[in-house]
């Protein structure tokens, strides 16, 4: 089996090699290529990959690679994690919102709606490569914003499924908190990616015993701690959001906290060289501690069931971001949901989901409108769709917000937008 990371170069890497160690029996990889553009740092995180695999005896070898056609030539599945414009871009995009008002953030509002114009060019060149080169491989999209990535490799045809590592750390979260193993963990998880809400923790599997009362009765505190969030606000809803839902819930409160200290890119940065660092170290051979500062936990795990499932083993349910197909029906069939589906080498079939309260509905069909005009001012340019979708926002909504934004996000990301 021969797995290809575009992005491979990431300093995330290393906790994914280490799930493909760990979990060789889930997913038996024979060649692992890591493809990226930035030689230096490819080279420093092939060699960790290397000594990582060695370490746990893992027979499978290591290839890196700048050459994209070489690296996909023959992959059964290829995983993007890829970030267009660096740490430099994401910096940017957590601060020019603030100026304004409004959460800077790389995923959601002004700041994710810059990362998806510059991603989704770069990711469908990408997939059309692939998909010439290889085109029965199975592309597991990772890339922020998920939701809206994903959308448009699907509706460009190509063999796609979305990975988020929110579900996952929840799961494993509840797992702890009610003393059973991760796996007897099962989510009624549904939203879009960043914006989620589980309605229900079953026990067992998908028909098992919901337990969600007895974990906010019992655990609700240290559950409302972790999304920083206020227990009232916990028991009212009835169900546990995803951390993102802060944003939307506490939105000036966020813009108060992120005006008052360095933004979330600078730590990464300077975490990121502290990591290359390490990686030159030729006696590391195993992920450093550090790592789990970086971000993504559990992100292996997620990446090796989804990749396994897919390839014909695995666990059959996946958390994962693909197409609605009437799952939700207050929402377009071609929107991207991020629910529980079956997963299976044909792709992702949503399992069925009980109806929606309307207060999580209601924003899930508002941000639903958003990507959709977001992707369309993605694929074609032009300052007139980058306005509407921002005036579409619920985190941006007022006009001469949108406007100011607007500006200001062409005048940052200029070098990245072929129409500007």
């Not at 599945?77 to 790389?106: I, K, M, S």
């Not at 692939?130 to 509706?155: E, K, S």
């Not at 969030?229 to 906290?257: I, K, N, Q």
């Amino acid at each position: 089996m021969k797995l290809t990371v575009v992005g491979g170069g990431s300093t995330y890497t290393p906790e994914l090699v280490d799930g493909f160690a760990r979990l060789r029996d889930t997913l038996p990889v024979e060649e692992l290529v890591l493809m990226d553009p930035a030689q230096g740092r490819l080279d420093l995180v092939g060699g960790l990959a290397r000594r990582i695999l060695a370490r746990q005896d893992h027979p499978g070898r290591v290839t890196t690679t700048s050459d994209l056609d070489e690296a996909v030539d023959g992959a059964d599945a290829v995983l993007l994690q890829l970030r267009v414009g660096g740490q430099a871009a994401r910096e940017q995009d957590e601060t020019w919102p603030l100026e304004c008002g409004c959460v800077g953030q790389e995923t959601t509002g002004a700041g994710g709606l810059a990362k998806a114009l510059r991603t989704v060019p770069v990711v469908l060149d990408i997939a059309d490569r692939v998909r010439r080169t290889n085109p029965g491989a199975w592309i597991i999209d990772f890339t922020n914003p998920v939701g809206i990535v994903t959308r448009a490799l699907l509706q460009a045809g190509h063999k796609a499924v979305g990975l988020c590592n929110v579900a996952i750390g929840l799961q494993r979260t509840f797992a702890a908190l009610l003393n059973v193993t991760p796996p007897d963990v099962h989510l009624d998880h549904v939203g879009l990616n960043h914006l989620t809400w589980e309605t229900a923790v079953r026990l067992g599997g998908p028909e098992g015993e919901d337990v969600l009362p007895k974990l906010l009765g019992e655990h609700g505190d240290t559950i409302a701690a972790d999304l920083r969030l206020p227990r009232p606000l916990l028991d009212t809803l009835g169900v546990v959001p995803s951390y993102y839902l802060r944003y939307y819930y506490a939105h000036d409160e966020v813009v108060r906290e992120l005006r008052t200290k360095p933004s979330r890119a600078a730590e990464v940065a300077a975490m990121e060289s502290t990591l290359l660092a390490m990686y030159a170290d030729p006696a590391l051979d195993e992920k450093p501690e550090l790592l789990a500062r970086r971000g993504g936990a559990f992100y292996s795990e997620a990446a090796v069931d989804l990749a396994a499932a897919l390839l014909g083993g695995g666990s059959p349910y996946q958390v994962v971001n693909t197409y609605n197909r009437g799952t939700l029906p207050f929402l377009p069939d071609d929107a991207v949901i991020e629910v529980q589906a079956a997963v299976g080498s044909k792709g992702a079939s949503p399992l069925p989901v009980h109806p929606v309260d309307p207060l999580f509905a209601g924003l899930m069909a508002n941000v639903t409108a958003y990507e959709d005009l977001a992707l369309q001012a993605a694929l074609h340019g032009g300052r007139d769709r980058v306005f509407r979708a921002l005036l579409s926002h619920p985190l941006v909504g007022q006009y001469a917000y949108a406007e100011t934004l607007t500006d200001r996000l062409i005048a940052h990301n200029r070098e990245h937008l072929a129409w500007a």
